[in-house]
């Protein structure tokens, strides 16, 4: 079985290689990619190159290893360990012997298949898309934990602002309206903007003042919008940090910042026992969060992928397989 698959040779340069596949693994699977996401992320290993296939937003379906052949799945990025403490709590997030990345330490989903650990695998109920479910990755399950997260430091929360509006802003954006939180929303993109209000959030007005927000959700990672955060959250509330950037996470020595009960969280990516409740939410914000945000393209237009996803032009560009139900999900 001959299988093609993306290598990133850095400075922006993506080749294709054809590869013969051996056997499955012990405890693993092979899936056929039918669809995998552009993360903003993988835009560090577009310039940097990768000795691995990046691609770390997979949804598939099993065509050998552990689990029954035809099974969709969704890829779970930590290769957990499965037995610790905290994977036994279910908060897999946190295993104590967390190894590999999917797509930054091994192989991912920029290609035909994919060969991923069993219980990495999350089995999608049929009444939920493939092309939505694999915004339960990312761009869901991650801002629907760090929403969990900061409602339980709250006992109310009226006015949330999301700090970047792109695709896991806008996934903060659409988890928080489902969760019934009015939220503002502020980036300098005005496109990106538009398709936060499209998701019902309103534009933040001037946040010059203090004292303005019950929980800031910072998204970009930018120096900026960390300030703005610190400098708009009210007293006793939660600054979420979620964006991801090499800078240092300053907390300002201030009076005001040190003396109000301000609550910082940072996080990263969700357990696996928060799916059940994030299949939930799909079933409700998923498919309109599809509409406005992925555009599907093909495994060899993937450089053209990466090009409009620089631009600018493609908030959730998609790679997706022709074999697979994937493309008359969504339009073009
Ligand atoms: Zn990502
Ligand atoms: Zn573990």
């Not at 699977?29 to 903003?40: I, K, P, S, Y």
């Not at 797509?103 to 695998?121: K, L, M, S, Y």
Request: proline share 6%; hydrophobic share 45%; aromatic share 4%.
């Amino acid at each position: 079985m001959t299988s093609t698959r993306a290598r990133f040779q850095g400075n922006g340069e993506i080749t294709f290689e054809q590869v013969t596949l051996g056997d499955v693994a012990e405890g693993e699977v092979r899936l056929r990619v039918d669809v995998c996401a552009l993360c903003g992320s993988d835009k560090r290993l577009l310039h940097s190159g990768a000795t691995v296939v990046p691609g770390h937003e997979i949804g598939g379906t099993v065509v050998g290893g552990a689990l029954p052949a035809g099974t969709r799945g969704i890829v779970y990025i930590p290769v957990f360990c499965g037995t610790c403490v905290r994977c036994a709590a279910g908060r897999t997030n946190q295993c104590l012997h967390l190894s590999q990345l999917i797509g930054w330490q091994r192989d991912g989903g920029f290609a035909e298949h994919v060969d991923v650990p069993a219980r990495c695998v999350l089995p999608v109920p049929d009444d939920i898309p493939l092309s939505v479910a694999v915004l339960g990755l990312d761009t869901v399950g991650t801002a629907a934990h760090a929403l969990r997260l900061a409602l339980r430091t709250q006992d109310t929360v009226d006015r949330l602002l999301v700090v970047g509006a792109g695709p896991l802003g806008l996934g903060v954006v659409a988890v928080a309206r489902a969760m019934g939180i009015a939220v503002d929303a502020v980036d300098p993109n005005p496109a990106r903007l538009e398709t936060a209000t499209a998701l019902g959030a309103t534009p933040a007005g001037d946040l010059s003042a203090e004292n303005q927000y019950d929980v800031v959700v910072e998204v970009s990672g930018a120096d900026a919008a960390r300030a703005t955060a610190q400098r708009v959250i009210r007293p006793g509330g939660t600054v979420v940090a979620l964006g991801e950037s090499n800078e240092p996470y300053t907390m300002p020595a201030t009076p005001r910042w040190r003396r109000t009960d301000c609550y910082t969280v940072r996080s990263f990516y969700f357990p696996v026992d928060e799916m059940a409740a994030n299949w939930d939410l799909l079933r409700v914000m998923g498919g309109p969060l599809r509409d406005l945000i992925v555009r599907p393209l093909t495994l060899p237009e993937l450089p053209e992928a990466f090009a409009r996803f620089v631009a600018g032009d493609h908030v959730k560009p998609c790679i997706v397989s022709a074999d697979a139900d994937v493309v008359s999900e969504v339009t073009r």
